[in-house]
């Protein structure tokens, strides 16, 4: 609903300056690609610092800047909702799981250090713009302008840009996904709350261009939720909530009989693919399990070889090793990877590397296509209601290495994009595309966003349900503001 061709063409006409800031600085942006082509030396790195926007004007107890922790000169800025920010400078997040002297996040913040100067000369040309980021592959969140990032309640920086809207939508196509989990006897224990941890972390890596299914498989196929038997769904927000609430009431039982569930899941996305459905893009089973000791050969003649439209992608469980060929070759002979989980610490950089996979064609292609996401109400930076209070929607492009020896090899360097409040959006769009009834929209995949004449601003009180979802706008309520 509120799709039309007339949407869509109001988003280059709506805001003119910034879309043609953006599309001016395609040729410049992934430049960072040539920039970052790795032949520093970690000898040369090693005195290498940076501004760690959770370290910045912070001193020990001598008085001495910590490490990373140098002066950082901030004011507050009315433009960037009266945070206090640098103009001057861009600085670094980095989640606490990612060790933030790492020599490959070193290398990549390094060579990343061009991309100062670009945001600096955007927001020169165009000072309507907000905020401008590099999310990296590696896991570094470079933003401009530079802000001190305030932790959680338990000190922690849990944002990984990795895992936003903006990075997933630029960085894939979009895609149908089943995720398989073994749920037999030998899955028992710490196994199984890693196993849980990893689906969850595969959803939260899907949006609304995405379809899923959630499989369970002892000595039968169970579908987690029976309605969706045989189908794939929307990967919405309430889908895959729903989904997180069904996988946390797996219980272990039985041996598990890998060729059924495997069947079935080729046979939903076959059937997905000949009848049009989901998302006619990428394809891809997501494997779980601590061992698989079938002869599952014959279920990949059957359905998947020799095109391999499929991807399986296989998460070995658990620190035994026993079943590892088994599952490496499942993975590597349908165009997939394979990965081991060990610990829950692992499950969240091993989880991301399917991205990197689904990403290498449009790297080859050299595709930078710009995307769009849906509205969302972001409060990762804000501190007080006051200032989250404000519809956005995110702008972003992927980077590629294109450096000639790893030109074929399809390296995702990260995204960059921009946050671009849809009040700006709505002040630049002319009238005289607008009817009495359509008064402005925006539209992103299924999502959309009506902005009557005089409301552009959201009601200070918003539901529960948007409150507990900070990220994303309950379309049903925003339908209803009058």
């Not at 082509?37 to 940076?50: E, I, K, M, R």
């Not at 433009?79 to 861009?90: D, E, G, M, Y």
């Not at 700006?424 to 005289?432: C, F, G, I, Q």
């Amino acid at each position: 609903p509120g799709c039309s061709v007339k949407s869509l063409m109001l988003i280059p006409h709506s805001c003119p300056t910034l879309f043609c800031s953006i599309k001016e600085h395609d040729n410049d942006v992934p430049q960072l690609s040539y920039l970052s082509a790795y032949t520093n030396s970690s000898c040369c790195l090693s005195q290498f610092d940076y501004y760690n926007s959770m370290l910045i004007n912070t001193m020990d107890e001598d008085g001495n800047y910590v490490e990373l922790g140098s002066e950082f000169l901030l004011e507050e800025n009315e433009h960037f909702n009266n945070l206090a920010v640098n103009t001057q400078q861009s600085n670094i997040q980095v989640p606490t799981n990612v060790y933030n002297k790492d020599p490959n996040i070193l290398n990549a913040i390094y060579n990343s250090e061009a991309l100062n100067d670009v945001f600096i000369n955007n927001f020169q040309k165009d000072p309507t713009l907000t905020w401008q980021y590099f999310g990296s592959s590696t896991g570094f969140f470079r933003i401009y302008p530079g802000i001190k990032w305030t932790p959680d309640s338990n000190g922690v920086a849990a944002f990984d840009c990795r895992n936003r809207n903006w990075y997933i939508q630029a960085a894939t196509s979009p895609k149908d996904i089943i995720i398989m989990v073994d749920i037999s006897g030998s899955m028992k224990g710490l196994k199984m709350t890693i196993a849980k941890h990893t689906i969850n972390t595969i959803l939260d890596t899907l949006g609304e261009n995405d379809f899923v299914n959630v499989i369970a498989y002892t000595d039968y196929v169970r579908y987690v939720e029976p309605c969706f038997k045989g189908t794939l769904v929307q990967a919405d927000l309430d889908n895959r909530e729903h989904f997180k609430l069904l996988v946390e009431e797996l219980h272990v039982k039985g041996e598990a009989k890998l060729k059924n569930a495997m069947k079935e899941s080729f046979k939903i996305l076959n059937e997905a693919r000949a009848n049009g459905q989901g998302s006619m893009c990428n394809q891809a089973i997501m494997l779980i399990t601590d061992g698989a000791m079938e002869d599952f050969e014959s279920v990949f003649e059957e359905f998947n070889w020799p095109e391999r439209r499929v991807r399986v992608f296989t998460y070995l469980i658990g620190r035994e090793m026993t079943f590892a060929q088994n599952t490496k070759w499942i993975a590597c002979n349908n165009k997939g990877y394979y990965t081991h989980i060990s610990t829950l610490a692992d499950v969240q950089e091993n989880v991301m590397e399917y991205l990197h996979v689904l990403s290498r064609p449009m790297v080859i292609n050299h595709d930078h296509d710009i995307i769009w996401t849906e509205a969302y109400m972001d409060t990762v930076l804000f501190t007080t209601k006051a200032q989250s209070l404000l519809l956005m929607t995110s702008v972003a492009m992927p980077v590629f290495s294109k450096k000639k020896e790893t030109l074929s090899h399809g390296i995702l360097l990260g995204v960059v994009g921009s946050d671009i409040p849809l009040m700006e959006v709505m002040k630049l769009a002319p009238r005289y595309m607008q009817s009495s009834l359509f008064c402005g929209s925006l539209t992103a995949g299924s999502s959309w966003v009506r902005f009557p004449h005089h409301q552009q601003w959201l009601h200070p009180a918003p539901p529960a349900t948007l409150v507990r979802n900070k990220r994303c706008i309950d379309n049903g309520w925003m339908d209803g503001i009058q």
